[in-house]
């Protein structure tokens, strides 16, 4: 696949993108468990079709210590026994966050899902995590941006 666009070479997109991992770094160390914040990046990544940001998260997330088996599935989450209530919720979120142009938006019931299992500020920290990967995904789609040459680490905060 060919870039259509050698996005970080221009002068305007290294600050661009600075700008979203620090926001990403906000949420590090935080309430929301980085095995969520990874499988919101996957999930989101799936449904917007990011390879690069796809690679990037499941290789982060395997580094971290995630298992083959959970990675393997998060496509088919809802009919996977390996995830807690709680990160089916935040899965939930994502899909519904990742789809607004489908037209039902974010039901009460995909919220009040998520708010039975995190506080305001992890709600916060997931809401945030769903609308930074999304911008990372359209950025990288956009784009056309290769996937396949990332290492583990390579992108700290993101």
């Known amino acids: 696949m060919q870039a259509r666009l050698e996005?970080?070479?221009t002068a305007l997109a290294p600050k661009l993108v600075k700008h979203l991992v620090s926001a990403a770094k906000v949420l590090d160390g935080g309430?929301?468990?980085l095995a969520t914040r990874e499988l919101v990046n996957i999930r989101a990544s799936q449904i917007n079709g990011c390879s690069g940001c796809l690679d990037m998260h499941t290789k982060d997330a395997?580094?971290?210590?995630?298992?083959t088996t959970r990675l393997n599935l998060v496509a088919c989450w809802r009919e996977a026994t390996v995830?807690?209530?709680?990160?089916r919720a935040a899965l939930e979120l994502t899909e519904q966050g990742c789809r607004l142009a489908d037209g039902s938006g974010v039901t009460d019931e995909a919220w009040a899902a998520a708010a039975r299992h995190y506080d305001?500020?992890?709600?916060?920290?997931?809401?945030?995590?769903?609308?930074?990967i999304n911008?990372?995904?359209?950025?990288?789609?956009?784009t056309r941006q290769p996937a396949g040459d990332y290492t583990p680490g390579?992108?700290?905060?993101h």
């Open 31 to 33: 309430e929301l468990p």
């Open 135 to 142: 911008a990372f995904n359209r950025l990288n789609v956009l």
């Open 7 to 9: 996005f970080l070479k």
């Open 120 to 132: 305001d500020e992890q709600l916060v920290a997931l809401v945030t995590q769903i609308a930074l």
């Open 83 to 87: 995830f807690t209530e709680a990160e």
């Open 154 to 157: 390579q992108v700290a905060g």
């Open 62 to 67: 395997a580094h971290a210590g995630e298992t």
